[in-house]
């Protein structure tokens, strides 16, 4: 198993601008860089590229070997099982295509003809389809020119190679001498041009993104079923090195694919037929590498197990039960009491598919047949026991009630990704958002065409499309593109991350290329797993228009600042309504109508802008999603000049919220607080729930909490004779009082569900929280910097430099959030100035780091320290 894929949350820290840019100066050896440093500076994973091919080429191998087949033939036996609606669709394409001219059908028809009519001579032993099958072969690419321009694009040969390689691997055996070498012939030539032009020649894909790990992996699949050609070895190192720069830029070390769900589905189109045919043919197993691109669809499945339509993108299923035999027996963080194989099944067990026709590719793919083969129904599906809630190193936040499906679903996700260059919208720190078993407030999709679509220009690629804040009319972004170099990938800094389930927090921080003055912090709270607060400070130092963005689905209503959406029954879920106060109410309201599109479709749908002018700004939306005729919680809005404040009534609590910019001592007349977001909850036998902010105090008639340090927290009070808090898993050292009524009555308290000791004095509980605060790197000049070899490296990585005084040495790895990972031994010591030592790749806690730039500091007796940058490759 590798250490890529994270399932804790884990708070980060602002970093100051100079460390960022020392940081990012120090980011990458000259020798890593192959192209613009933006595409060697992400955190994504990278695999061996070392080309391994079988003694001699066996047929058939790629999807399975000859003692599978009889298997294959009596999967369909059983009517109601998923293999025979597989075997029915696949069926009415050779029954199509059988029938036709091979030499007269289009470059997109002949290579699926040419594959279902070879898997069904496979499974049916129909010598009329062998024939036809061969026949498409050895017309293969007729007609194709050697180009990358329309209708010839390397997307669309990535899967037509793919097509005729399994194909031809199937039909081997029922070749004559001739054929089998005009066949291979044909593979070649395509394969080589593949190989000459994706990144150099021609450079079909000059980028890394999915342009350019499609044809790779396709090319990888010709290598393997051509594994006699002498050229072979070249194309599988070439198609690994290709994939590896894809994979470094475009996926996060923990998954998330930046292109958004259609586009890491297109990509599967390819990536999952490829992974198992390396294992099959070569007996390299890849899926340890790729596993957290496959745990990332589950980690931020909606209800229905959907990927949100986040960026150029539709809702998209991840098709994780073609992969679940592969992860047999290999552990997750999404369930320590099964494999990853039986949460692999159970997500697409439980996903809803919105049209079988899913995978973007419908064109040019065979689908049913792969699936056929790679689906095992006899694994067992397990759901997550992990906690509901997600927190994604690579900036993505989920925020749900439970994984199972229920019509009474809570789903939220937080978007806070570094900014990639492909298929990018402006929607950093968005959200989308669902309840009830409905999508209540999405991304705007993608368009009924697509990348084609008239108004992914006009609008699904404008900001105010996008559930995000604008300054000026612009969108959050994160990187610096003043500084020299460009300071790029950057991930909005998290913080505050709570994870209980009578509160659950994220806060994540960005800035604005334009204008360069302003800084925006958007934390998101759920609330009781019921309903989420929404809290927007933004800060600049001029005068700024800020907006506020918010859109809904279905029919539309408001009154004042109270808004709502109700969408209906469909095939995107039920019909439910989402109640939504936004705050201030000096704010200014507008009501416009835009576009949402969630599966090639495209519908008008009203949205709301908030807006307000000034140096500095605070926003809150208050969003309950609802069933259709439920009642309307009552809300009064209590802000303030320097704060915005509100209290929301409902049948069986009080609430009350507040924010604003500054820890500042605020007295309203309910409460008075320093916090820079707070929430009460009372109830008909008093308080029961608080949650603090950068706050030392908190007072009302019925609770006071005050600290001797900066807290955030939330406590619930719910269970009589018991108290909760819930912390950031980083925080200070602090010792906190609670004054409340009953205090005396309180036998246990729990820190993230722990118990920890306290103190109970006549009316106050005396609680203390042990630091779990990060080390940072401390403030210095820029230093000299320590030798590493290999650089990249993937196992481990020695380091050397020279030093000046003898006595003790202490070497620390730091990761980019300025977090030390791990404390290193010296080995032995070279000469009488060298000091060498090796990182084996491993934190502290014995885990594998991910692939990512991490930073070693070595200081000497004296303090003196030297620095040096390594990047790890997976």
Not at 449 to 464: C, E, I, M, V
Not at 628 to 639: R, T, Y
């Given at each position: 198993m590798n250490g890529i894929r994270s399932i804790r949350g884990q708070?980060?820290?602002?970093?100051?601008?100079?460390?960022?840019?020392?940081?990012?100066?120090?980011?990458?050896?000259?020798?890593?860089?192959?192209?613009?440093?933006?595409?060697?500076?992400?955190?994504?994973?990278?695999?061996?590229?070392?080309p391994v091919l079988p003694a001699a080429e066996k047929h058939p191998s790629l999807y399975f070997s000859a003692d599978f087949i009889p298997e294959l033939r009596l999967r369909k036996a059983d009517q109601g099982s998923s293999y025979y609606i597989l075997w029915q669709r696949f069926r009415a394409d050779a029954l199509r295509y059988v029938t036709k001219d091979m030499s007269l059908m289009d470059e997109n028809d002949r290579p699926r003809a040419a594959k279902t009519l070879a898997f069904w001579w496979i499974v049916e032993e129909d010598s009329t389809a062998l024939q036809k099958a061969i026949e498409a072969l050895l017309v293969a690419y007729d007609g194709v020119p050697q180009t990358g321009e329309k209708p010839y694009d390397e997307i669309y040969r990535a899967t037509w190679l793919q097509n005729y390689a399994a194909a031809y691997?199937?039909?081997?055996?029922?070749?004559?001498?001739?054929?089998?070498?005009?066949?291979?012939?044909?593979?070649?030539?395509?394969?080589?041009?593949?190989?000459?032009?994706?990144?150099?020649?021609?450079?079909?894909?000059?980028?890394?993104?999915?342009?350019?790990?499609?044809?790779?992996?396709?090319?990888?699949?010709?290598?393997?079923?051509?594994?006699?050609?002498?050229?072979?070895?070249?194309?599988?190192?070439?198609?690994?090195?290709?994939?590896?720069?894809?994979?470094?830029?475009?996926?996060?070390?923990?998954?998330?694919?930046?292109?958004?769900?259609?586009?890491?589905?297109?990509?599967?189109?390819?990536?999952?037929?490829?992974?198992?045919?390396y294992l099959n043919v070569s007996g390299v197993d890849l899926f340890s590498d790729y596993q957290p691109a496959f745990e990332w669809p589950i980690r931020v499945r909606t209800g229905r197990g959907q990927i949100p339509n986040i960026e150029d993108s539709y809702l998209k299923p991840a098709p994780t039960h073609m992969v679940a035999a592969a992860y047999r027996g290999v552990p997750t963080a999404l369930n320590a009491d099964a494999d990853f194989a039986a949460i692999c099944q159970w997500n697409y067990e439980n996903t809803r598919l919105i049209d079988h026709n899913y995978t973007g590719a419908t064109v040019d793919v065979t689908w049913e047949i792969d699936e056929y083969i790679l689906f095992d129904s006899s694994i067992e599906s397990v759901a997550p026991t992990a906690s509901p809630n997600q927190f994604l190193e690579g900036g993505q936040v989920v925020f749900r009630r439970s994984w199972e499906p229920s019509s009474d679903d809570r789903y939220l996700l937080f978007h806070g990704v570094a900014d990639a260059d492909n298929h990018n919208h402006p929607d950093q720190l968005s959200f989308f958002l669902g309840g009830n078993d409905a999508i209540l407030a999405p991304d705007a999709g993608y368009g009924p065409?697509?990348?084609?679509?008239?108004?992914?220009?006009?609008?699904?690629?404008?900001?105010?499309a996008h559930n995000i804040l604008t300054a000026d009319g612009f969108p959050p972004v994160a990187d610096d593109l003043y500084s020299n170099p460009s300071v790029l990938n950057v991930t909005p800094f998290a913080r505050h991350e709570i994870d209980s389930e009578f509160f659950a927090f994220a806060e994540k921080e960005s800035g604005y290329v334009r204008p360069n003055d302003v800084?925006?912090?958007?934390?998101?709270?759920?609330?009781?797993?019921?309903?989420?607060?929404?809290s927007d400070l933004l800060y600049g130092s001029e005068e700024h228009t800020y907006r506020s963005y918010l859109h809904g689905r279905g029919s539309f209503d408001r009154a004042g600042h109270y808004l709502s959406w109700s969408p209906f029954g469909n095939r995107y879920g039920a019909a439910a309504r989402l109640d939504a106060f936004i705050l201030p109410e000096s704010a200014s309201l507008t009501?416009?109508?835009?576009?949402?599109?969630?599966?090639?479709?495209?519908?008008?749908?009203?949205y709301v802008e908030a807006a307000q002018v000034g140096q500095e700004a605070a926003f809150m939306q208050l969003l309950l999603p609802a069933r259709?005729?439920?009642?309307?919680?009552?809300?009064?809005?209590?802000?303030g000049e320097s704060y915005v404040a509100a209290r929301l009534v409902k049948s069986d609590s009080l609430d009350y919220f507040f924010l604003q910019a500054r820890s500042e001592l605020r007295?309203?007349?309910?409460?008075?607080?320093?916090?820079?977001?707070?929430?009460?909850?009372?109830?008909?036998?008093g308080w029961q729930n608080l949650a603090l902010r950068e706050s030392n105090l908190f007072k009302s008639a019925e609770i006071e909490v005050s600290s001797d340090s900066k807290v955030t927290l939330a406590l619930d009070a719910s269970t009589s004779g018991v108290l909760d808090i819930a912390t950031p898993a980083?925080?200070?050292?602090?010792?906190?009082?609670?004054?409340?009524?009953?205090?005396?009555?309180?036998?246990?308290?729990?820190?993230?569900?722990?118990?920890?000791?306290?103190?109970?004095?006549?009316?106050?509980?005396?609680?203390?929280?042990?630091?779990?605060s990060i080390d940072l790197i401390p403030d210095s000049s820029t230093p000299e910097q320590l030798q590493a070899y290999p650089n990249p490296f993937s196992h481990s990585v020695t380091l050397e430099a020279s030093v000046n005084r003898t006595g003790p040495l202490t070497a620390e790895v730091y990761n980019l959030l300025g977090q030390r990972i791990r404390k290193l031994e010296a080995e032995h010591i070279v000469g009488t100035k060298t000091i060498r030592f090796t990182w084996d790749g491993y934190t502290e806690s014995g885990s594998s780091a991910p692939s990512a730039i991490y930073f070693v500091r070595l200081t000497d007796a004296r303090g003196a320290t030297l620095l040096g940058r390594v990047v790890r490759v997976r």
């Open positions: 708070s980060s820290f602002a970093m100051p601008l100079w460390r960022q840019l020392l940081f990012i100066g120090l980011l990458v050896p000259a020798q890593a860089l192959a192209q613009h440093n933006r595409y060697d500076t992400y955190t994504g994973f990278a695999t061996d590229t070392t691997d199937w039909i081997y055996d029922q070749l004559t001498s001739d054929q089998n070498t005009e066949i291979r012939r044909r593979i070649a030539e395509e394969t080589q041009y593949l190989r000459d032009n994706i990144m150099v020649g021609d450079r079909l894909a000059p980028r890394p993104h999915n342009h350019r790990s499609k044809p790779a992996w396709a090319i990888g699949t010709a290598a393997l079923v051509l594994a006699d050609h002498d050229q072979a070895a070249d194309w599988l190192s070439h198609a690994l090195e290709a994939a590896n720069t894809v994979t470094r830029y475009q996926f996060s070390s923990d998954g998330i694919y930046r292109e958004g769900g259609h586009y890491w589905m297109y990509n599967a189109v390819n990536f999952i037929p490829f992974l198992w045919h065409y697509g990348f084609s679509d008239d108004r992914r220009g006009s609008w699904y690629l404008k900001a105010h800084s925006l912090r958007r934390s998101i709270a759920f609330i009781d797993q019921d309903f989420f607060v929404v009501v416009s109508t835009g576009y949402i599109s969630l599966f090639k479709d495209e519908r008008h749908e009203r259709s005729g439920s009642p309307v919680p009552d809300l009064d809005d209590i802000s007295e309203l007349g309910e409460f008075a607080t320093d916090a820079t977001f707070a929430w009460l909850r009372n109830t008909d036998t980083v925080h200070p050292a602090a010792q906190i009082e609670v004054v409340t009524t009953g205090a005396e009555l309180v036998q246990e308290v729990r820190i993230n569900g722990q118990p920890s000791p306290f103190t109970f004095q006549t009316d106050r509980l005396l609680i203390g929280l042990e630091k779990t």
